[in-house]
């Protein structure tokens, strides 16, 4: 039985996939588009940092260099540290690079075939069907195009890359009457630095968008530009940001990322007694969030620029919306640097752009638009089936529905690592690679079908009830240590990693607690 396994993308996630499978013996075969590895750590614009400590954010057996002295490290340290990972573990030679695939098709077995089926992929195991995937990879450098087949495929592909989201506006109002340039935070981010610069500089910056890109875009245009030509930003819904030295921050592990703090959220699949105990606890679950507003509002001028969110802190954390402010931010909007207009729409002009409620223009050269990415609809794009696209993207009020965040139910021989969030995604892709790495050697069956599915509509609701309306990304934050104890359990490992009954409730989790899950048993 053949056991060909190709992975989709060598950023973190497609590493992680790379290095779990080689242990257990595969030899994988790993597609990425561009020359050299690291997904979005190559595309981010000068000033970006990691928003995570860096304790908080790495490999699980793999430590930060002791060089590395700053706790929120600069994104070219983040990029030589994961390309020191590949390094280390071997991994370039099962990459090829310049290699774009276009298009992943199932063939082997028929989708009446596949209706009939009681288990995933036939069996409820990776191998063992007929089945096969048929993957189209187009050379960047030759333009060549090339099929090769495996028997199970890892979508390490991203979500927040590669399709920008737009936003729909009237037709009189779309960005072809305005006379200056135009531009998505994307584009702008895969330019040089050098050029990026001087494409700034002087002029008159409009950026659209409340989130980590569109602050840190205004911040390094600000840098630039300064108060000669200052840089506004437009956003719709302000989200909580934290600055990066802060008691908030320092302990927010406390408050949100341990045993006890999981007590106060109702879970998927919980039992009646943790019901009870999430309702009963249900005010102090309240009374945290409120005072991490209260200390905010008190730190910085949230009330005096009219940037208070609507939401409360613990929707943003339980939606992954929880950003990490740049040093000095509120200085550069203090100095006039950065004007901030907080608006429900906007739509654009001759002179640049024209927000809800107001008639003056707002004079502009450059708009970016800091406005995410379409994921779900990127996700979809690769399956040449009409009916799998179908299955990933239903209805716009449903995510799509992975079970254990990884395998989709109704698409065979597959699984998408990177896809749903956490708070920090490289140690949350780990123990998804090391669960997968078990399911492909034979060491997990997956229950029915239907089981699946249900579990997975378990953990929709979930998402729904405390992501409030960004409940589409999937995020698996404030839940983290419940959703990694049922991966554990699937491994036969113990999930409770920590020593001693203080340090098991209270103490945050972090990646080294998760260490060598291949190799642990109960």
């Known amino acids: 039985m053949e056991r060909r396994v190709v992975i989709i993308g060598a950023g973190i996630s497609g590493l992680l996939a790379c290095k779990y499978l080689v242990e257990k013996g595969f030899d994988p075969v790993v597609f990425e588009a561009d020359d050299r590895i690291g997904g979005l750590w190559n595309r981010t614009i000068r000033s970006t940092k990691l928003q995570n400590a860096k304790e908080t954010y790495r490999f699980s057996d793999f430590d930060w260099p002791a ?5 929120y490290p600069s994104h070219t340290i983040v990029l030589d540290y994961v390309e020191s990972y590949a390094q280390h573990f071997s991994l370039y030679p099962y990459i090829k690079f310049h290699s774009r695939v276009i298009s992943i098709d199932y063939v082997g077995e028929s989708l009446e075939e596949m ?14 069907s007929k089945g096969k995937w048929h993957i189209t990879v187009l050379d960047t450098e030759t333009n060549a195009t090339e099929v090769h087949q495996a028997e199970f495929v890892i979508l390490c592909i991203g979500r927040f890359s590669g399709l920008p989201n737009i936003p729909e506006l009237p037709p009189n109002y779309r960005s072809e009457v305005f006379n200056g340039k135009v531009m998505h935070s994307m584009e702008y981010s895969d330019m040089e630095k050098s050029a990026a610069a001087e494409l700034i500089k002087g002029k008159q910056i409009t950026i659209v968008g409340s989130q980590k890109s569109a602050v840190d875009l205004a911040f390094e245009c600000a840098q630039i530009n300064g108060v000669k030509y200052p840089c506004v930003m437009i956003q719709r819904n302000p989200h909580w940001f934290l600055p990066s030295e802060s008691f908030l921050m320092s302990h927010l592990g406390y408050l949100y990322f341990n045993r006890f703090a999981e007590l106060l959220l109702h879970k998927p699949g919980q039992n009646v007694l943790y019901r009870l105990l999430a309702t009963v606890l249900s005010p102090l679950r309240w009374g945290i969030s409120k005072l991490s507003e209260i200390y905010l509002q008190w730190k910085l001028p949230l009330k005096k620029y009219g940037l208070v969110p ?3 802190f613990l929707e943003d954390m339980s939606s992954c919306q929880i950003g990490v402010l740049p040093d000095k931010f509120y200085d550069k909007v203090e100095e006039g640097s950065i004007l901030i207009k907080r608006s429900e729409s906007f739509r654009f002009c001759k002179e640049g752009l024209i927000v809800g409620g107001e008639d003056k223009p707002i004079s502009s050269d450059l708009v970016i638009l800091a406005t995410g990415y379409r994921g779900d609809q990127k996700l979809k794009n690769i399956f040449k089936t009409s009916v799998f696209q179908k299955y990933l993207v239903s209805s716009p009020t449903a995510i799509i529905p992975l079970y254990r965040q990884v395998i989709h139910p109704r698409i065979p021989r597959l699984a998408i690592i990177g896809y749903a969030e956490g708070l920090a995604n490289l140690p949350t892709s780990e123990i998804r690679c090391q669960w997968l790495g078990h399911f492909l050697d034979g060491n997990i069956k997956l229950p029915s079908i239907g089981a699946m599915e249900k579990d997975a509509a ?14 589409w990304r999937s995020c698996i934050g404030t839940t983290n240590i419940w959703y990694n104890d049922q991966l554990c359990k699937d491994m ?16 945050p989790y972090g990646p080294t607690d ?7 048993k109960h």
């Open 67 to 71: 060089s590395v002295q700053d706790i």
């Open 115 to 128: 209706k009939t089926w009681d288990l995933w992929g036939g069996t409820g195991m990776a191998f063992g």
């Open 310 to 312: 609507r939401q409360s």
């Open 458 to 471: 378990s953990w929709e609701i979930h998402l729904k009830r405390y992501g409030g309306r960004n409940f």
């Open 492 to 507: 036969n490992c113990n999930p409770r990693r920590k020593k001693g009954f203080l340090a098991e409730w209270f103490q």
């Open 514 to 520: 998760y260490a060598g899950l291949t190799d642990q």
